[in-house]
């Protein structure tokens, strides 16, 4: 099967001159989960503009499904999740935005009703959905904007900080709708403690915009030095037994760290 993504040479320079995204080169295969992070300002957010296909990279290549270049044609199979949930809510109510997508697709009226039902006892907007977007909480808009993405299941989520504002318990929600799907997934994010939970390979994008090193998630997160030179530090369960265990053997998770002290190792 043809990459869902594949990304050459890509660069995205914004209108003032800065470079966001260098060179990138980037294979995701169906099915692959993906986080890519970095530090505050490393152009993660635009390399995801311009992987989804919502700018026109400056230099470079993006091919969908090993098929075309016009990420429009494959539009319906793309569920981009930006940063700002105010960009996904513009309709009257929150159901109409959650709705919008299947019905774009050409979804029954029926099954996006049932699909948005669904969403919205899991990311708890049931008691919000006949309420105007603009009167929401953040952490409130953040659910409706990542359930108007997952609505329409897309084939590949480009995710871009998608707990924002939300709070644990909803943070574990998403977690979990996001990870018992099939697809592929692009979970982009400064903080490296959800890696381990959603992806088995991480892209770590260097503060000038290129690729600093893409590899399996336990090699990346155990390399103290590797994340320190690009503005990131190890997740908090690795801090904990670094020099204490071996690297190979470092938990990754708060949960298997405790797991290890349970059975006193
Ligand atoms: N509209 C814009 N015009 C000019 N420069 C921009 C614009 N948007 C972002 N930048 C710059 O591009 C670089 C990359 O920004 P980007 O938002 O992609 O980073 P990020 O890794 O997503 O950051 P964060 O973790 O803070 O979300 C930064 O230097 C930022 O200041």
Request: aromatic content about 6%; hydrophobic content about 40%.
């Amino acid at each position: 099967m043809a990459p869902v993504i594949e990304a050459r040479g890509l660069t995205y320079e914004y209108a003032d001159g800065t470079a966001a995204v260098r060179g990138v080169d980037l294979t995701v295969e169906p099915g692959e989960r993906v986080a890519v992070v970095g530090a505050n300002g490393s152009g993660k957010s635009t390399l995801q503009l311009a992987l989804g296909g919502l700018v026109e990279p400056t230099a470079g290549t993006v091919t969908y499904f090993g098929e075309t270049d016009d990420a429009e044609a494959v539009r319906d199979r793309l569920g981009v999740l930006l940063q700002d949930p105010d960009d996904y809510l513009f309709n009257t109510t929150v159901r109409e935005d959650v709705e919008y997508g299947p019905a774009q697709l050409g979804h029954s009226r029926e099954a996006a009703r049932r699909r948005v039902g669904e969403l919205a006892a899991e990311l708890g907007l049931e008691a919000l959905l006949d309420r105007p977007p603009f009167r929401l909480s953040g952490g409130e808009k953040q659910r409706a904007a990542v359930a108007s993405v997952l609505a329409f299941d897309p084939e590949v989520l480009l995710l871009d900080e998608p707990f924002g504002a939300v709070d644990a318990r909803y943070r574990e929600r998403i977690r979990e709708l996001v990870t018992d799907r099939e697809g592929t997934l692009l979970w982009f994010t400064p903080s490296v403690d959800v890696v381990p939970k959603v992806a088995e390979r991480v892209v770590l994008v260097s503060r000038d915009g290129s690729v600093a090193a893409d590899g399996p998630v336990r090699e990346i997160l155990t390399d103290r030095s590797l994340l320190e030179n690009h503005g990131l530090r190890p997740p908090a369960a690795v801090r904990l037994f670094e020099g204490i265990v071996e690297r190979d053997d470092l938990p990754l998770t708060v949960e298997s760290a405790r797991r290890r002290l349970r059975r006193g190792e």
